[in-house]
């Protein structure tokens, strides 16, 4: 794909903080399974630079601990290894444009996960969170949650997209969430995926 440039390649997590010091990539394919450090940890760790890359997580793990736990730590994406080439290309364009990449078998297991029992606190939280929202954001981060993109809010609220981008920053620090994707399971905890 013309509009994506690699700028390196790197096996283990030390070696990805170094890279991004060096290339300042936009958005990194991180493995899970690296020497020294997982690609979790690294991921976390990127999360807390200043202007960090945006992260899509790919592994070969199927299991629910792992989709959250990348996610938890500031991944904007998780795909499978088997993904399609076209999947990940795509995967990569939405992330870089502000939007998240989750499969849809990975955005099921985040769903099913935030509806259990256990979640009910994580749930009230989401919704304290929610409840600080003016109603303009509100409608902008129920559509996130739904899965829209930037220009399909701004079709369905006929709003501009740099309102739409506006309005979701606004939105996300409130939230206390450091990506769309995170918007979108704070929504989905709080119930907002539902309705």
């Known amino acids: ?22 290339h300042f990539p936009d958005v990194i394919l991180m493995d899970v399974r690296m020497a020294r450090q997982d690609g979790i ?4 760790a990127l999360s807390r630079l200043p ?9 070969t793990f199927d299991h629910d601990d792992v989709l959250l736990r990348a996610l938890g730590a ?6 499978l290894k088997t993904a ?3 999947e990940i290309i795509a995967a990569v364009h939405n992330v870089a444009a502000g939007e998240g990449a989750l499969s849809p078998r990975s955005a099921r297991q985040v769903l099913e996960h935030l509806r259990t029992d256990e979640q009910a606190g994580a749930r009230q939280a989401a919704a304290d969170l929610i409840a600080t929202l003016t109603g303009r954001e509100l409608d902008i981060v129920r559509l996130v949650a739904a899965g829209a993109t930037n220009a399909e809010i701004a079709a ?7 309102t739409v981008k506006t309005h979701l920053t606004s939105a996300q620090t409130k ?5 769309r994707v995170q918007v979108g399971v704070i929504a989905a905890q709080a119930g907002l995926a539902e309705t």
């Open 51 to 59: 202007q960090p890359p945006k992260v899509i997580v790919l592994t």
């Open 41 to 44: 940890t690294t991921t976390a």
């Open 84 to 86: 399609a080439p076209g």
């Open 156 to 162: 369905e609220l006929f709003i501009g997209e740099a």
């Open 175 to 179: 939230l206390g969430a450091r990506n």
């Open 1 to 22: 794909d013309p509009g994506i440039s690699v700028v390196g390649v790197v096996h283990d997590g030390d070696g990805v903080i170094d890279a991004v010091h060096r």
């Open 74 to 79: 500031g991944a904007a994406g998780f795909l």
